[in-house]
């Protein structure tokens, strides 16, 4: 199965703060990869797939980027709401797997 | 709009049975493959199976394989999950989510989770 390999695992940063999350693949996987916001106790939620296409409702102050191996989700200006955990997904091939999660808290 | 509802979930001991269900409404479901994810109190998201939007194909994950089943009734919008020779470490909320497409692709909407406890 691919690995995928998510840093850091846990980040502090303020509001208006730009943070950058990583995933790292075992294999190439073109661009099949997604990232999704999660808040305690709620489902996860689809930011963005093909590695950089926004989904439909969300703020365009995050953006997602990489192909092949290296892939990173970016926040511009970390607001209040932002403070959740993020995955990554690799939806190139099955079994799918997701990245170990960065837990976003406030500094 | 997409509505995905799982139940069946609760506690069970080790070596018994449990059936998961998940509900889809808003959405033409036999047009869609859907997933089950798992993810174990305080952990991370584990994928655990996908069947295809006909139901001729499935995949599983190695921890499950052999001992879950994933199948779909589309005449009901109904998806399932049987568990079979359940484990303490399969303990964890169950998450049923759409993908985006028919085919291979990403995960777009997912379920509120249902809890299933494997404990003596």
């Known amino acids: 199965a691919i690995q995928m390999t998510q840093s850091p695992s846990s980040l502090s940063a303020s509001v208006g703060d730009r943070v950058t999350i990583t995933c790292r693949a075992s294999?190439?996987?073109?661009?099949?990869v997604a990232w999704y916001q999660q808040k305690p106790g709620k489902a996860p939620k689809l930011l963005i797939y093909?590695?950089?296409s926004l989904q439909s409702g969300v703020p365009s102050r995050f953006s997602g980027s990489g192909s092949g191996t290296d892939f990173t989700l970016t926040i511009s200006s970390l607001q209040p709401e932002d403070f959740a955990t993020y995955y990554c997904?690799?939806?190139?091939?099955?079994?799918?797997?997701f990245g170990q999660g960065t837990k976003l808290e406030i500094k | 709009q997409v509505q995905l509802v799982e139940s069946g979930g609760g506690v069970v001991q080790p070596g018994r049975s449990l059936r998961l269900s998940c509900a889809a409404s808003?959405?033409?479901?036999?047009?869609?493959?859907i997933h089950w994810v798992r993810q174990a109190p305080g952990k991370g998201l584990e994928w655990v199976s996908v069947?295809?939007?006909?139901?001729?194909?499935?995949y599983y994950a190695d921890s499950v394989k052999g001992r879950f089943t994933i199948s779909r009734d589309n005449s009901k919008n109904t998806l399932y999950l049987q568990m079979n020779s359940l484990r303490a470490e399969d303990t964890a909320v169950y998450y049923c989510?759409?993908?985006?497409?028919?085919?291979?692709?990403?995960?777009?909407?997912w379920g509120r989770g249902n809890l299933v406890t494997v404990s003596s």
């Open positions: 093909a590695a950089s």
């Open positions: 294999q190439g996987i073109k661009t099949d």
């Open positions: 069947i295809s939007y006909d139901g001729s194909n499935e």
């Open positions: 997904l690799q939806d190139y091939i099955y079994p799918y797997t």
């Open positions: 989510a759409r993908n985006r497409y028919s085919g291979i692709g990403e995960i777009d909407y």
């Open positions: 808003g959405f033409t479901f036999s047009s869609y493959a």
